[in-house]
C-alpha cells in the first residue's frame, strides 16, 4: 500500500471516529436517526395545519348550527301566521260564497285542498278587495315560509359538507399518526431514547426527566398558568379538544388562561392576535409562543427555556425545549 493510501485510510479513520464520537451513534445510524426527525417534523407541520383547518371549521360549525337554530324558531314562527291566516282566508271566503249565493260545497269544500280553492276564488275575483288584500298577505307570508325552509335546507347541508371535512382531516391525522410510529418503530432503542429525551415525552402530570420549571416572577396569573399547565403533562391530544382530559393545541391555551379569567378563541391563528408581542429572548413564564406559519401551532412557555404543549396525537401534552424542531414565529403576553 502506497504512503498516499495509508493517509487516506488513516484520515477516513479518523472522521468515522469524530461521527461515532460527534453523534453518539455509527454514521448511518445517525443519518437514520436525523432522516426520522425530518420526516416527523413534517408530520408534525401537516397535523399543526390540519388542526388549525379544523378548528377554522368548527367555528363555522358553531355558527352554522345557531343559524339553523334561529331559522328553526322564524319558521315555526311563520308557520303559525300562515296557518291562522289560511283559516281567516277559509272563513271569509265562505262568507263571500254564501253572499253570493254560492255554496261552501260547491267551491270550497268540493277541493281538498284549500290553497287551490283560494288561488280559484282569487282567479274567479269572487271575493271582495279586502279579501283579495288578505289572500295576497296569505301568499306573501307563504312564500317568506317556502325562502325560510330553502335557507333551513341550504344551512343543514352547509353542516353536513363541513362535518365531512372535519372527519376527512381527522382522518388524514390519524393516518399521520401511524406514519410517525412506523418512523419511530424502525429505529434503534437506543435512538428512540435520543428522540424522545428530545422530544419530552414524559408519561403523567409529575414529569421526571426534567427539572421543574423555576418560580415565576411574574405575578401570580403567571404562576398560576404554569402550575396548571405543568399539571396537564401527559394528558392526551384530541383534535377539537378543549379539556378536561383532552386538548388540541389552541385549546390547551384556551382552557389554561381560563383559569385566570381571560377569555380566548379556539384558534392559535386568532390568538396570535390577542396581547402584546414578545421576542423570543424577552419571554416570560405565562406568555403564549407561537410556531409554524399561520401560525398553526400555540404553546405556554413555562420558563427555564421550557415550553408546555398539546403537541399532535402521538405524544399529547409534552413538556419540552422551546428549541423542539418546530420553528418559532412569536409569542404574545396576555398577563
Not at 36 to 47: F, V
Not at 133 to 143: G, I, R, V
Not at 282 to 299: E, K, N, T
Request: charged content about 15%.
Amino acid at each position: 500500500m502506497s504512503r498516499l493510501n495509508r493517509l487516506i485510510v488513516v484520515l477516513v479513520s479518523a472522521l468515522l471516529t469524530v461521527a461515532i464520537v460527534w453523534t453518539g451513534q455509527p454514521p448511518a445510524q445517525a443519518d437514520q436517526l436525523t432522516d426520522a426527525k425530518t420526516k416527523l417534523a413534517s408530520l408534525q407541520q401537516e397535523a399543526s395545519e390540519a388542526e388549525e383547518q379544523y378548528n377554522q371549521i368548527q367555528a363555522s360549525l358553531d355558527a352554522a348550527q345557531d343559524k339553523l337554530t334561529q331559522t328553526e324558531a322564524d319558521i315555526d314562527a311563520q308557520q303559525q301566521k300562515v296557518d291562522a291566516m289560511r283559516d281567516q282566508v277559509a272563513m271569509l271566503t265562505l262568507q263571500q260564497l254564501q253572499d253570493r249565493g254560492v255554496t261552501s260545497t260547491t267551491m270550497l269544500l268540493t277541493s281538498g285542498d284549500q290553497d287551490d280553492t283560494i288561488q280559484r276564488i282569487v282567479v274567479s275575483s269572487m271575493v271582495t278587495d279586502t279579501t283579495t288584500a288578505l289572500l295576497q298577505n296569505y301568499q306573501l307570508s307563504q312564500a317568506s315560509l317556502d325562502e325560510l325552509k330553502k335557507d333551513q335546507q341550504a344551512t343543514v347541508d352547509s353542516i353536513t359538507a363541513d362535518q365531512q371535512k372535519q372527519q376527512d382531516l381527522v382522518d388524514k391525522a390519524n393516518k399521520n399518526v401511524a406514519d410517525a410510529q412506523t418512523i419511530v418503530n424502525r429505529l434503534t432503542a437506543a435512538q428512540q431514547a435520543a428522540l424522545a429525551a428530545e422530544n419530552a415525552n414524559p408519561v403523567g402530570p409529575s414529569p421526571t426527566s426534567y427539572t421543574p420549571p423555576p418560580p415565576v416572577q411574574n405575578g401570580a396569573g403567571a404562576q398560576a398558568i404554569v402550575n396548571w399547565a405543568m399539571s396537564q403533562v401527559g394528558k392526551a391530544y384530541t383534535y377539537g379538544g378543549a379539556g378536561p382530559n383532552s386538548y388540541d393545541c389552541s385549546g390547551f391555551t384556551m382552557a389554561a388562561f381560563a383559569t385566570v379569567g381571560i377569555s380566548l378563541p379556539h384558534s392559535a391563528t386568532t390568538q396570535f392576535r390577542y396581547g402584546t408581542p414578545v421576542g423570543k429572548a424577552d419571554l416570560q413564564p405565562g406568555d403564549l409562543v407561537f410556531f409554524y406559519s399561520g401560525p398553526g401551532h400555540v404553546g405556554i412557555y413555562v420558563g427555564g427555556g421550557m415550553i408546555v404543549d398539546a403537541r399532535n396525537a402521538r405524544v399529547g401534552v409534552v413538556y419540552t425545549s422551546i428549541d423542539n424542531g418546530m420553528p418559532f414565529v412569536g409569542a404574545r403576553r396576555l398577563l
